[in-house]
């Protein structure tokens, strides 16, 4: 293969100059070139013109090769342009596949940057471009991608439409979506059906639209191509399935078999109820005697922390006792007695009788002495029946539409076990849960 053959290969976009030196400067490579159409076409009126008006320079960088940046001195030509009625009287000639008008850079190396302000943006784009392309700043590679040409837009068969926020609740648009190709098609300023009629005007051939349940985008597409079918898209079935079913089941609530409470679970009886057992309790009841034994000898206080390896602290407060059982917790679980257990055995006979609102068993509590607070009293970790009744149910989450109404739509309340709701569920709402398991089918 020949040098020519090579450039020609390397170089596409140069072939139609005439290269006069290649030297390096610095860290770059400098290429000398000038035109060599000897005429140009007006770029107003597009008629040719061999005129020459002056001469000049233009520098244009291209892009690197091997890892150098290229500096093309191009040297282009101005002409007239003799047409009376065409408004230009003077233009420069470019290179077609190198230059753009009044652009410091080669279409080469502008398509490069737009490329990569497309795909990272600006900060991330330009630290990209100084080590691939050229150094750039920022806001270059966001003109860059502004000054792209908008796709030309082809009308979709399939047309999916939906509602976007720019600022939630209170600002949206409307976007529409190739729903073959996924692709984003138009985004519309505002959501309005005067708006998605003027699209569909301006932009014929659509035949399905795939829209949600909202009457404005249907009296829109009416308007602008009535001759178009018109479906439900999937989100917003399920959307709305999950919302029916969520109502049905709130309906049809007070038809649910109330559950029997659990027996409390049986603790099995102390040894000498009213009397602490353990390891601990038994240390206090040795030391108790061995501080009062010695007492009993007439020795002082200090002697005995000296002779038992006590604090003196601990030490007073033994002699203080009259008995060990003074120095032990009451209850024999080391925990401080809770005002609500006191009303244990009470929760426990309302609760058999199915009263179970936490705000009419406080109000009966407080009628019997209960000083506590509301929340005291709902949120107690007191055992037993006290904190089983009075804890609020957990506030239920609205159904997502990603979760199918067979599980986690299902909605559980504590007075339905989940066995028998769900099969209250599937009595309701047969037909629904086949329609679901396609649905799912279709999903996966
Ligand atoms: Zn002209």
Redesign the pocket.
């Known amino acids: 293969m020949s040098l020519s053959s090579l450039f020609t290969l390397l170089f596409p976009h140069l072939v139609d100059l005439r290269i006069d030196d290649v030297y390096r400067a610095g860290l770059s490579v400098r290429i000398v070139a000038s035109t060599r159409a000897e005429d140009a076409a ?1 770029p ?4 040719r013109s061999q005129r020459v008006h002056s001469r000049y320079v233009r520098r244009l960088a291209d892009t690197p090769v091997s890892g150098q940046e290229v500096l093309i001195h191009l040297g282009v030509r101005r002409f007239f ?1 003799d ?1 009376p009625a ?3 009287r003077i ?1 420069a000639g470019q290179v077609p596949g190198l230059t753009v008008p009044h652009a410091r850079r080669s279409r080469g190396l502008s398509d490069v940057l737009a490329g990569i302000g497309m795909a990272l943006g600006g900060r991330a784009g330009a630290r990209l471009a100084a080590r691939v392309a050229a150094a750039v700043s920022r806001m270059t590679l966001l003109r860059q991608v502004r000054a792209e040409r908008e796709p030309e837009v082809c009308v979709p068969r399939v047309l999916g439409v939906d509602d976007f926020a720019l600022r939630k609740g209170h600002v949206y648009g409307t976007l529409l979506v190739d729903a073959q190709t996924r692709r984003p098609v138009e985004l519309l300023p505002e959501r309005s059906a005067q708006a998605l009629k003027e699209w569909l005007i301006q932009h014929p051939g659509v035949e399905v639209v795939c829209r949600d349940r909202a009457g404005g985008y249907a009296d829109g597409i009416a308007q602008g191509a009535p001759e178009a079918v018109q479906v439900a898209d999937r989100f917003h079935l399920w959307q709305n399935l999950a919302a029916a079913v969520e109502r049905a089941v709130a309906r049809h609530r007070r038809d649910l078999p109330r559950t029997t409470p659990e027996p409390a679970p049986t603790t099995p009886p102390a040894e000498s109820p009213g009397i602490r057992q353990g390891p601990l309790a038994e240390r206090t009841r040795r030391r108790h005697r061995q501080v009062h034994n010695l007492l009993a000898q007439g020795r002082t206080i200090t002697e005995i922390v000296g002779e038992l390896d006590l604090a003196r602290n601990t030490v007073r407060r033994f002699a203080r006792a009259a008995t060990a059982e003074e120095l032990l917790a009451h209850d024999g679980t080391g925990k401080r007695p809770r005002r609500l257990e006191r009303y244990d055995a009470y929760l426990r006979e309302r609760f058999a009788h199915e009263c179970t609102n936490a705000v009419v068993l406080w109000d009966e509590l407080q009628q019997q002495g209960y000083g506590e607070a509301m929340r005291a009293c709902a949120t107690t970790s007191a055992p037993g029946a006290a904190s089983q009744c009075l804890r609020p149910n957990p506030p239920s989450r609205p159904p997502s539409v990603r979760s199918p109404p067979g599980s986690s739509a299902t909605p559980t309340t504590s007075n339905t076990s989940s066995n028998s709701s769900s099969k209250l569920y599937s009595e309701l709402v047969p037909n629904w849960l086949v329609s679901a398991s396609v649905f799912r089918a279709s999903l996966a």
């Not at 107003?44 to 008629?47: I, S």
């Open positions: 007006c107003v009126c597009a008629t342009c047409v065409c408004g230009r233009f």
